[in-house]
């Protein structure tokens, strides 16, 4: 029985990178200054699933985000997990964002 290869949606990917930059409050010129990127055309074209970001820059944003690549790369596999749709994680943002309003209101 010969297995689908899985493959990875680049607009889903796209999408899945500037959400995960908004919630960490960043904007395309952050990312672009983070990579070291000439201009912020790059990101945009993540973003629009025109293209993907080089391992060495899913490696990087992995970082700047706090997540494994693995969370920043969508594809067709029949098993996903979306670790954002995890209750834990949602728990998480909710307890991190209670933080962040009585730490700034005190």
Known sequence: MKQKVPQIDL????QNIKQIAQMRGMTVKDIQEYLELSAVQSVYHWFAGKSLPTVDN????????????????CGDREKEFC?????????FIMYYKKY???KEAG
Do not use: N
């Not at 607009?11 to 796209?14: A, E, I, P």
């Open 100 to 102: 962040m309003e009585l």
């Open 83 to 91: 670790f954002f749709c995890h209750p834990a994680y949602q728990r």
């Open 58 to 73: 899913l490696y990087a944003l992995s970082e700047l985000f706090g997540v494994p690549m693995d969370v920043l790369v």
């Open 11 to 14: 607009y889903k990917t796209g």
